[in-house]
């Protein structure tokens, strides 16, 4: 998948460092990823949750991160929209 607006990422380890290797290992991941369908990303995650409107969150570092992302499937592309602290 081509992940758009990593910025995001940058800005939340900026205040949580701890963070940053469950980060990007989950970049590096998705980048890998060929996902052509909300099926395909819960087969990979298992705890992610998907809306009707193809928004994934994605909860990650032993459940401590969540990424809420809008997946674009044709065109092979995930946005990251919000990260923050997973409560």
């Not at 590096?28 to 996902?35: D, V, Y």
């Not at 369908?37 to 969540?66: H, P, Q």
Request: hydrophobic share 45%.
């Amino acid at each position: 998948m081509q992940v758009i607006r990593q910025d995001r990422l940058a800005d939340f380890t900026e205040r949580y460092a701890e963070k940053r290797m469950a980060l990007q290992c989950w970049l590096a991941e998705a980048k890998k990823a060929s996902w052509r369908c909300a099926d395909d990303i819960l087969n990979d995650y298992k705890g992610a949750k998907v809306s009707d409107a193809d928004e994934v969150t994605f909860v990650i570092g032993r459940g401590t991160v969540k990424v809420v992302t809008k997946a674009i499937f044709r065109k092979n592309i995930l946005r990251i929209d919000e990260v923050g602290l997973s409560v």
